[in-house]
């Protein structure tokens, strides 16, 4: 779902996955949201959720929800 959520972001022009760096500029709320979720679960949290796998589900689930 990380993977999928990160197409997303990048098709979105929100985030370069390559680069490793989201792309300055104003979303929706809903949509930044997921973006700041992407960057927790990716970037910061270097256990990628196996710490709390339920919570990073339903935050992966909830953020690709916002692109549907």
Request: avoid cysteine; glycine fraction near 10%; proline fraction near 3%.
């Amino acid at each position: 779902m990380i993977v999928e959520l990160g197409e997303l972001l990048e098709a979105e022009g929100m985030y370069e996955v390559e680069a490793g760096h989201p792309v300055v500029g104003k979303y929706d709320a809903v949509k930044g949201a997921a973006l700041w979720n992407y960057i927790y679960i990716a970037v910061e949290d270097g256990s990628l959720g196996i710490h709390n796998p339920a919570y990073i589900k339903a935050l992966l689930e909830e953020s690709i929800a916002a692109f549907e």
